[in-house]
């Protein structure tokens, strides 16, 4: 028609839209422009002994608007005028523009917080959509920071909106999370979370934290009241081990569950606001103050029917003494005051220290995120391409049809959990959940035949046929070909048994691109 | 999880959390008591092996829904879980 191509069109939509989005904002600038000058002019014409006399000049503490839109929680016992006043004069950072971050989000800016921050690097991807509820189909690939401050200005466009489109690293989390009274963790990484703690105890920002996956979720304010209350690394000292993390996405997470968690944190947030977060800033200045203990607050969105949702509340401690942040002489406070002096060098860290400011975060939590393992030797992997035409040679075999059918060739076991073979498998795989596997490992010490676990296909154990493991992307299948190798499944080194490189990962971008891969 | 049944006599509950019950498939169970907390995790791990490194080691532990500290087996500064107790292994969860 117009003789534009799909993508053109796609990419004259996006422009448009970001440009629409613009005006936008211009629009909601001037706007209040207009309204302050107004203001300003009013009471030029009138002076300032007449305005005392005048009933219909401005004399509230609130804008006209903002009795409008806050009436519900105005009139709410323990908010008011004065709680009122406290959101307006409050700042927020939001660090994690997800599942958590949105939801929480859409809360505080409803709210009326004067000043909501957001730091995320990422962008919106489609399957972020089903929980990340600011974010919207038409702002997929736009900046996750960005679309949430367009979704928050859209619900209420008076308070103060900032997005920090850039990952949050030692390097840049003072100077962002300094300017903020108070910060809430919504980010999905065990090394980001003891990050941000950190940094909330160096800056002395009380912290609003939760986290969800599958259907658990957990919350706690850290640092609250400053300096008193426990730290994330008095609670989970250590992280948990590098095998055993999960992200939403290898995991997977329920939208509502996610969701749940998010709004307890605005919850959260806006009580500690109300009752006066500024307030309470000075470490030793609130010894009256006693908030509740610090709690941990548990969720389990429930299963099955007979398993409904269920909330629980344990007690926490107040700070460890032994604590690597926060203790009164920790560790990380040595370094901190040592690089606040200027005298940052190797000598003032106690214990051989490397003398920066802030521990390897990600070594700590057991490497690179999306590390690949390499726990096989180059020969006991094959390709996608490789598998490929062992699989064709395989079924070539059986279409002519003879006798030996009974009797695989080899074997390919998938060990992938259950709902990802159900989505989309390589013809003739076996599935074997990998948390199966794991689970069954303790009865399988033993060498002899009888002992070996019941997961097992029937015949694999006494068959010679080689044995090709393939999972997500090549991590547990190593794991497996070893616990195999251990049981004696290789008959000392006459079997073959080994691992597909970069697992269904790899199959689809070599072999079979239409194949789902999540 | 809010309808855990009492523990049979001469039990205490264990319940288990997100990773925790990952690994076990299994929300709560009843365990002998008295049992001494410091020797609970090698319990666990005689019941399910490698819950130790994969799990507990990381998790908060509470007794009656306060924070404990597991201290190590032998050092002398234990705490014994009672009949009737209710003992929970929190892991942390991360992502969001």
Wanted: charged share 25%.
């Amino acid at each position: 028609m117009s003789g534009l191509t799909t993508n053109d069109l796609r990419r004259r939509i996006a422009c448009a839209e970001v440009e629409l989005q613009n005006l936008r904002i211009l629009l909601t600038q001037a706007e209040a422009g207009e309204r302050e000058k107004q203001l300003n002019e009013e009471q030029h014409a009138h002076g300032d002994e007449k305005l005392t006399q005048n009933d219909s000049a401005w004399k509230w503490p609130l804008r006209v608007e903002e009795y409008e839109r806050y009436a519900r929680q105005l009139i709410l016992p323990g908010v008011g005028v004065q709680g009122q006043l406290r959101l307006k004069a409050a700042s927020v950072l939001i660090v994690g523009a997800g599942g958590l971050g949105c939801p929480a989000a859409a809360y505080l800016a409803g709210a009326g917080v004067g000043h909501i921050g957001v730091v995320d690097g990422d962008v919106v991807e489609a399957s972020n959509l089903h929980r990340q509820i600011s974010h919207t189909t038409d702002r997929v690939g736009h900046f996750k920071a960005e679309s949430l401050v367009v979704f928050m200005r859209q619900l209420n466009p008076l308070p103060r909106y900032s997005a920090h489109t850039e990952l949050l690293v030692p390097g840049n989390a003072t100077a962002l999370i300094g300017n903020y009274d108070l910060i809430l963790d919504c980010t999905d990484h065990p090394s980001v979370r003891y990050l941000v703690s950190d940094a909330c105890v160096r800056a002395g920002k009380p912290l609003v934290s939760a986290a969800a996956l599958r259907t658990d979720g957990q919350l706690a304010v850290l640092n609250w009241p400053i300096g008193k209350g426990p730290c994330y690394r008095c609670v989970f000292p250590r992280p948990p081990p590098p095998l055993s993390q999960m992200s939403c996405a290898e995991g997977g997470v329920l939208g509502p569950a996610v969701g749940v968690m998010g709004v307890l944190q605005a919850l959260e947030a806006i009580r500690i606001i109300v009752a006066g977060v500024q307030a309470n800033t000075n470490e030793d200045a609130h010894d009256d103050f006693a908030p509740q203990a610090p709690t941990l607050l548990l969720f389990s969105a429930g299963g099955a029917a007979l398993k409904p949702p269920s909330f629980r509340s344990v007690r926490l401690r107040g700070r460890r003494p032994d604590c690597f942040a926060c203790a009164v002489n920790a560790p990380l406070r040595r370094m901190w005051s040592a690089e606040d002096t200027g005298s940052s060098n190797k000598n003032v860290v106690a214990g051989g220290e490397t003398g920066v400011a802030w521990p390897d975060y990600v070594q700590f939590c057991g490497g690179d995120f999306d590390r690949n393992i390499s726990e096989l030797q180059p020969d006991e992997r094959i390709s996608a391409t490789e598998l490929k035409r062992l699989l064709q040679e395989e079924y070539s075999r059986k279409s002519e049809g003879t006798t030996a059918t009974d009797t695989p060739r080899l074997w390919l076991l998938d060990v992938r959990e259950k709902e990802l073979f159900d989505m989309g498998a390589i013809n003739g795989a076996v599935n074997i959940p990998f948390s199966r596997i794991q689970r069954c490992q303790k009865k399988t010490q033993s060498k002899e035949l009888d002992a070996l676990p019941d997961w097992l296909p029937e015949g694999m154990r006494t068959d010679m046929a080689p044995i090709y493991l393939v999972c997500r992307i090549g991590n547990d299948s190593q794991v497996v070909t070893r616990q195999l190798k251990e049981l004696g499944l290789d008959k000392e080194g006459k079997r073959f048994i080994g691992d597909v490189k970069g697992g269904i990962r790899a199959w689809k971008s070599d072999i079979d691109s239409t194949i789902p891969f999540l | 999880m809010a309808s855990v049944p009492k523990p049979p006599k001469g039990h205490f509950n264990l319940l288990y959390f997100a990773g925790a019950t990952s690994f076990t498939h299994k929300d709560y169970e009843p365990l002998p008591a008295p049992l001494s907390l410091a020797k609970l995790f090698a319990e666990l791990e005689a019941r399910y092996t490698g819950i130790r490194a994969a799990v507990l080691d990381t998790s908060l532990v509470t007794i009656n829904l306060d924070y404990v500290d597991v201290p190590a087996d032998g050092s002398g500064h234990d705490v014994v879980i009672q009949e009737g107790d209710e003992v929970a292994i929190i892991p942390p969860v991360s992502s969001g």
